[in-house]
Antibody
Framework: VHLVESGGGVVQPGRSLRISCEGS????????LHWVRQAPGKGLEWLAL????????FYLESLKGRFAISRDDYKNTLYLQMNNLRAEDTAVYYC??????????WGQGTLVTVAS | QSALTQPASVSASPGQSITIPCSGS?????????VSWYQQYPGRAPKLIIY???KRPSGASTRFSGSKSGSTASLTISGLQAEDEADYYC??????????????FGTGTKVTVL
């Protein structure tokens, strides 16, 4: 299992950003996928989950309406659309596979910095 | 659901054993068997070392073991080695789709090998 996040960078408060996670070495469409973030010097925070068949999505309550998880199994890619970004969204964002519960295999992460 | 509670730090000498508790509630740790543990080195992604309370993924050291009693899960590291110095996080399924968060992580524990 190999997951590679991309799309991070510096973005101004209030702007949007879409980050991606490309998977390889496994049958991407068979797996549910998580997004998890870690603010600098802080702990892990679960953000969102999409089922393997893409029919259901789940979010951290406080992010509903601002973040959206999606997947394109033809491209073996997971996405996280982040809107109206705030300084407190600054973090390393990780994607991870879900086999039965909590995240299993993780990518290396992509850093998103929200600053003016 | 708020974060699961872990001690901020634990330290011990090489060869000793340590246990890291992960305290939750009946809404998370106490209610489900989906409890995992992760090891994270500075600047690196977390790595799964225990899943479903006590199961070890392929490649994880046998010195790691997990257990659960009531609403508290525990990670035990036996025969502590210098390479075990890292941060450790627990994770639990936290309920139905109407929950604040479907999954919740622990606050994290920094393990220091003296």
């Amino acid at each position: 299992v190999h997951l590679v996040e991309s799309g991070g960078g510096v973005v101004q408060p209030g702007r949007s950003l879409r980050i991606s996670c490309e998977g390889s070495g496994f049958t991407f469409s068979n797996y549910g996928l998580h997004w998890v973030r870690q603010a600098p010097g802080k702990g892990l925070e679960w953000l969102a989950l999409i089922w393997a068949d893409g029919t259901s999505t789940f979010y951290l309550e406080s992010l509903k309406g601002r973040f959206a998880i999606s997947r394109d199994d033809y491209k073996n890619t997971l996405y996280l659309q982040m809107n109206n970004l705030r300084a407190e969204d600054t973090a390393v964002y990780y994607c991870a596979t879900r086999s039965g519960g909590c995240p299993e295999d993780w990518g290396q992460g992509t850093l998103v910095t929200v600053a003016s | 659901q708020s974060a699961l509670t872990q001690p901020a730090s634990v330290s011990a000498s090489p060869g000793q054993s340590i246990t890291i508790p992960c305290s939750g509630s009946s809404d998370d740790v106490g209610g489900y068997s989906h409890v995992s543990w992760y090891q994270q080195y500075p600047g690196r992604a977390p790595k799964l070392i225990i899943y479903e309370v006590y199961k070890r993924p392929s490649g994880a050291s046998t010195r790691f073991s997990g257990s659960k009693s009531g609403s508290t899960a525990s990670l035990t590291i036996s025969g502590l080695q210098a390479e075990d110095e890292a941060d450790y996080y627990c994770c639990s399924f936290a309920g139905r789709s109407t929950s604040v968060s479907l999954y919740v992580f622990g606050t994290g524990t920094k393990v220091t090998v003296l």
